[in-house]
């Protein structure tokens, strides 16, 4: 029996995701989380052979949340799902150590394989994911400009993209705000922008935020 962990803030979703894996015979969600102060307190009182994650956890950043669960279990598979486009956010999330990527729009048996792969020590990406991996094997593949971010960096460029200040964005982060302010700055330099508003515009064009 595969062993899962569903962790989706939006109760509604995560029900649907147990719903569907429910259905399979060799499949079992033990758990499920709503933040990512639930999913290390399953962690470390359960034993799980794959976590579907879902890459926001209302305040909380799948992919720090990725990052932490890899410094704690890295043999756990972790398999993120995600309403964003796969182009801007598979390879990001592949880096961070995530074993598989799947859109919410995908096919409830894509989430059923997924989980299956994961559980047998190999990965899943969709032939998209698989295909821009590949590509970004090619020295002369630039990438979108928010590729040049790291991942704190992409993470701010969003929150901000989506209205918010410096001060709210370092009180969700718990960081200081000169050190956000420092991020701001860095995202500008790298992406060539000026200002939050060009920032913003590109973000919602590329579907960084919705």
């Known amino acids: 029996m595969i062993r899962v962990l569903v962790a989706d803030d939006h109760a509604i979703v995560r029900k649907g995701l147990v719903q569907v894996i429910s259905q399979t015979l060799d499949i079992k969600v033990t758990a499920e989380a709503e933040c990512a102060d639930d999913v290390f307190t399953a962690v470390r009182s359960g034993s799980f052979d794959v976590v579907v994650l879902d890459l926001n956890l209302g305040t909380d950043s799948g992919i720090q949340v990725l990052k932490s669960l890899q410094a704690e279990l890295p043999d756990l598979p972790v398999l993120i799902l995600s309403m964003h486009p796969e182009q801007h956010f598979a390879v990001r999330t592949l880096r961070a150590g995530a074993s598989g990527y799947l859109n919410k729009d995908s096919a409830p048996n ?5 989980i299956r792969r994961l559980a047998d020590g190999r990965r899943y990406v969709s032939a998209d994911v698989a295909e821009e991996l590949v590509s970004e094997l090619h020295e002369d593949n630039d990438g979108p400009l928010h590729a040049r971010l790291s991942d704190r960096e992409f993470e701010v460029l969003r929150h901000i993209a989506s209205g918010k200040t410096v001060s709210e964005i370092a009180d969700m982060l718990a960081l200081s705000v000169k050190t956000i302010g420092t991020y701001r700055s860095r995202v500008l330099d790298k992406m060539n922008m000026r200002n ?14 919705f």
């Open 196 to 209: 939050n508003a060009e920032l913003t515009h590109y973000a919602i064009k590329n579907k960084l935020v």
């Open 110 to 114: 894509d989430l059923v394989k997924a």
